[in-house]
């Protein structure tokens, strides 16, 4: 048996066009990932409803209040919940509202005697997930 002369002769020639086309494709994937990445940063910076808790009281054994401050974005309508918990860590109270702008004060009626309150988040039509 007779040993190939060249090195082309034994792992053969490479083919440019190949190496071109696979460039071609990895630069497509890069651009399309980093335009996502770029989409993504973008929307989850700018909620158009952003909270912020920022405290409570226990006015009674049955209600309690909390204050929360929200940033709407123009024409966007929102719904916040802030829930009551007991001693225990169970839930004695929850309210669903719609905030406004700015300052928001909300009092919660609650089955027991609440220890702390708690922002759950607000969400809108396009945000689904609690900020």
Do not use: K
């Amino acid at each position: 048996m007779a040993l190939p002369s060249t090195l082309d002769d034994r792992y053969g020639v490479e083919h440019p066009g190949r190496r071109r086309l696979l460039q071609a494709m990895v630069g497509v994937v890069v651009v399309g990932f980093s335009g996502w990445l770029a989409w993504a940063t973008w929307f989850h910076a700018t909620p158009d409803v952003d909270s912020e808790f920022l405290g409570f009281d226990i006015v009674d054994g049955r209600t309690s209040s909390a204050f929360v401050s929200v940033a709407l974005g123009d024409d966007v309508e929102a719904r916040c919940v802030v829930r009551a918990l007991a001693e225990d860590h169970g839930t004695v109270g929850e309210l669903s509202f719609v905030p406004r702008d700015g300052r928001n004060e909300v009092t919660i009626r609650t089955e027991r005697q609440a220890t702390t309150v708690t922002l759950v988040g607000c969400t809108s039509a396009d945000q689904p997930r609690p900020r």
